[in-house]
């Protein structure tokens, strides 16, 4: 499991972490010879594309029948089995897709919080390194990237209102 979401979940793993797309791409690429990877990487690349989740799991189906053509079998089934995991971001409003499929809001946090810590060098007790973190977040919180929208949250209002009425 990664430490990211190891951590996420409070040191207690409970399930399969969401799949990112270089996992899957990682995954499918390393059943192809090195020769075709570059076709494949853009065949790939082509299912993410897409405009809507039905268009993406469409165009899965193709990149996997032309994997298959190109006597690629376990790359083909690979790509069947796994894309569907990759496509949670598409429940959400496609405004918000580009930021929702990545992690660099997080891996930033990561990358800010490891720098400090390389500069205090060792940590006496656990409570030590946890108020450093502590205090990198609430800065972080109360300065600099608090103050920016990260996402519109109307879209996800009107979202929940059009499922309430849809429901109810």
């Known amino acids: 499991m ?3 979401a190891r951590c996420a979940r409070g040191g207690v793993p409970r399930g399969p972490p969401p799949a990112l797309r270089g ?3 990682r995954n499918v690429l390393g059943r192809v010879p090195v020769t075709r990877r570059k076709a ?13 989740r039905e268009a993406c799991g469409r165009k899965a189906g193709e990149v996997a029948d032309e994997l298959e053509s190109m006597r690629l079998g376990a790359a083909a089934r690979t790509v069947r089995d796994g894309f569907a995991e990759t496509l949670a ?28 810590a390389r500069v205090v060098g ?15 977040l609430k800065y972080i919180v ?27």
């Open 142 to 168: 109360e300065h600099e990237w608090g103050k920016r929208r990260y996402l519109d949250m109307s879209k996800l209002e009107e979202m929940d209102e059009l499922r309430g009425k849809a429901e109810g």
């Open 89 to 116: 971001y598409t429940e959400f409003p496609p405004e918000h897709w580009r930021r929702i499929r990545t992690n660099n809001g997080i891996e930033r946090i990561n990358r800010e919080i490891r720098r400090r």
């Open 122 to 136: 060792t940590f006496p007790d656990g409570n030590s390194a946890l108020m450093l973190v502590s205090a990198r």
């Open 2 to 4: 990664r430490e990211d």
């Open 40 to 52: 494949a990487a853009r065949m790939l690349k082509a299912i993410h594309a897409q405009e809507s």
């Open 23 to 25: 996992d899957f791409y």
